[in-house]
């Protein structure tokens, strides 16, 4: 049961470095000037629920990521929807670094962190003070079964 108020577990937020990845890519080859990437800091909020990324629609266009499809979308509530899918989102957090395939939400105005990214970078959540850290803080761990 939740209380009024009261902020769903392992639900906080953090600040988030997203930038066009073919930009990123142009840049380290020198095609493109570093100063020309499309990026954005936008605050994200770290979901455990969530399985994967979802940026505003807005932040979408400023980086330039255009759809190349949709999937299809649950909400907590039980409803259900299409988005649009983009790819190439690099995505910094906490000084870790993937590519992403996000779905676009027209009316978010955060992105959505879920477990999938969290993951890949191997990152812990402390809910309690509402933080991540990492489990190794000098390597990504990749367990090899």
Do not use: C, Q, W
Not at 24 to 49: E, F, N
């Amino acid at each position: 049961m939740r209380v009024t108020g009261e902020k769903p577990l392992g639900r906080f937020k953090v600040e988030v470095d997203l930038a066009n990845n073919d930009d990123m890519a142009a840049a380290r080859t020198g095609h493109l000037d570093p100063a020309r990437v499309r990026r954005v800091k936008i605050l994200g909020v770290v979901d455990s629920g969530a399985s994967r990324l979802v940026l505003p629609e807005d932040t979408a266009k400023k980086l330039g990521l255009t759809s190349t499809g949709k999937v299809k979308v649950t909400y907590a509530d039980g409803r259900s929807g299409k988005r649009a899918r983009v790819e190439g989102v690099y995505l910094e957090l906490l000084g870790r670094h993937g590519v992403y395939v996000a779905s676009v939400e027209p009316k978010r105005e955060t992105a959505l962190i879920g477990a999938f990214v969290l993951e890949d970078l191997d990152f812990l959540i402390d809910p309690a003070k509402e933080r991540l850290y990492p489990r190794d803080p000098d390597f990504v761990v990749t367990e090899i079964g």
